[in-house]
């Protein structure tokens, strides 16, 4: 493509670079990349499927435990693929609607986990502190309508970003200096004023990701109060334990993406290559570690997961192929 420094334009396609910087080690970079992005697309795959077949799995909190997952599929694969096809085939070159749609769909993901987790809370928060209320508050219509929510929350904060890229001219360059395109990252090309993109791409989502945060503490803050004022031990290892699951996968979603984002607007003196580094690994390693997470800590997921694989040993052992 012909740059022009005169000329306003659309640019027909992006250059992602990859790691700058770091290029010669891209073919590196990439093994443990791909392992994380397999083992993610696998562990929540299996982690859906057995939620959908197994019957004694079909509650609220395992319902918003599949969504969880299938979002985190969502995320990785938005990324990963074409970083990885960067990595091995030098395919830099991504269409300008397709690097805004991979823009969209990265901050839906994030805002949409969000959401997500605010949910599990809420439902943690009912099922331990009003257990008698659990099914009349938590039915399947209600449930349904939180989903519902989820969906049009996410899609209606993020939705704007396509226009507020979609409307400024682009006259500098078409190099991303990144593995994927990111809203502000696109918009830093533009020679336009980008205050709007700025002050919307930064204070909308995360004011709305912080006050799903605070949400979040208010109801455990509930829950441990609740949980100690148990009359016996073995009831307060059963409620900890059901809730251990959640804030480990709370803390691996939070603690990485506000430090990325801490290190993003304030780390001035980290080198570029960090930042990329550590943007890549938010999208593959909480997605890789969520079903691991919830596999090794609760016990319905562990019990469905084995009669899962030996209804399907079974299947296998008696079709004609076997």
Known sequence: MTHSNLTIFHPAVFILLGVPGLEAYH??????????????????????????????????????????????ILLSTTTVPKALAIFWFHAHNIAFDACVTQVFFVHVMFVGESAILLAMAFDRFVAICAPLRYTAVLT???????????????????????????????CKTNIVPHSYCEHIGVARLACADITVNIWYGFSVPIVMVILDVILIAVSYSLILQAVFHL????????????????????LMFYVPSFFTLLTHRFGRNIPRHVHILLANLYVVVPPMLNPIVYGVKTKQIREGVAHWLFELKTWCWASPLG
């Open 27 to 72: 073919i590196w970079l990439s093994i443990p990349l791909c392992l994380m992005y397999i083992t993610a697309v696998l562990g929540n795959s299996l982690l859906t499927v057995v939620i959908i077949t197994e019957r004694s799995l079909h509650e609220p909190m395992y319902f918003f435990l599949s969504m969880l997952a299938m979002t985190d």
């Open 231 to 250: 009359p016996s031990q073995d009831a307060r290892h059963k409620a900890l334990s059901t809730c251990g699951s959640h804030l480990c996968v709370i």
């Open 140 to 170: 399947w219509p209600i449930v349904r309508r939180i989903a519902l929510a989820i969906v049009t929350r996410s899609f209606c904060i993020i939705f704007p970003v396509i226009f507020l890229l979609k409307r400024l001219p682009f």
